[in-house]
């Protein structure tokens, strides 16, 4: 008999996946994560790496394997290393995977591959370095690249490049990512744009490129062979033919994926979202630190949450955005 304790909503899906956002601060400021002029939180709010680390091993007690490390951008926490590290070594956690926007990621990639990361997912929406500019506000195309030469010869499970797609700013290059991450054999999943928070350099519904769109864009070009592998997450997978590349759709909009949803969200200050696109939350620092000693109380936090985990999002386009908070603080 099973006597793992686990964590199952009342929709009967077992939550086995955690993504944690470490920071909400970012090295970039790309136009559809955030606004121009970002408020961060006070870093006395932010969960220490201490217990950043006691959540996770409560967490993984709880029957959850496999843990993103995101942000904001992960990678420019300080000594967020020391949390790999820590994480690296926690018995039954079987995936310690991370999403990076890349810019670290020259100086950082050996020793989060020696800390146990698995898998590292880097976002690239452009290939161009002014645009790249452009859509990140500030980011150079550059380190990215950089970043992405040295996590290649390392042994990573696998690498892949996540691109939000927008019409009339980087549409017209989906056949050119896909090439590259096929030279470097490595996959792509192409995300459209969620409607978090309130952004001011486009409307969202005008710049909506849909997964089907980009779907036939590619299949003029390659021959993309539905896969039935799920990689946990709500991405659909397709082998390119005659490549070592898959190619991933993750579509809120035109294909809903919370039937099959195994995962929660941790916000840098501790409070547990239960869905991406509600607003249903626990506060976890609070019995984190009023119970520093015992960690009987916050996994009871954890179990008791999932009565409350909804049974989807209901992301609309066209009216304003009813989730005000934006991606770097939502663990995307
Ligand atoms: N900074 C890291 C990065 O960019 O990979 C990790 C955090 S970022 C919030 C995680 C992913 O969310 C990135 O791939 C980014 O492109 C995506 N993202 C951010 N805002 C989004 C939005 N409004 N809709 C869809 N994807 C978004
Ligand atoms: Fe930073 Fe990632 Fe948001 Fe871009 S998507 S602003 S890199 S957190």
Known sequence: MNT???L?????????????SVTDRCDFRCVYCMSENMQFLPRAQLLTLEEIEVLVQAFVELGVSKVRITGGEPLVRNNVLQLFQGLGKLENLKELVLTTNGSQLEKMAVPLYEAGVKRINISLDSLQPERFQKITRVGKL???LRGIDAVLPLGFKRIKL??????????DEIIDLVNFAIARRIDISFIEEMPLGIISEHARAEAYYSSDEIRRDLEEVFTLIPTTETTGGPARYYQIANTGSRVGFISPHSHNFCEACNRVRVTPEGRLLLCLGQEHSVDLRRVLRAHPLDTAPLKQAIIDAMAIKPKGHDFNLERQPQILRYMNMTGG
């Open 4 to 6: 793992t304790p686990q």
């Open 8 to 20: 199952i909503d009342k929709f009967n899906r077992k939550v086995t996946y955690l993504r944690l």
């Open 142 to 144: 550059d380190n990215v």
């Open 162 to 171: 996540n691109a939000v797609i927008m019409k009339h700013r980087n549409e």
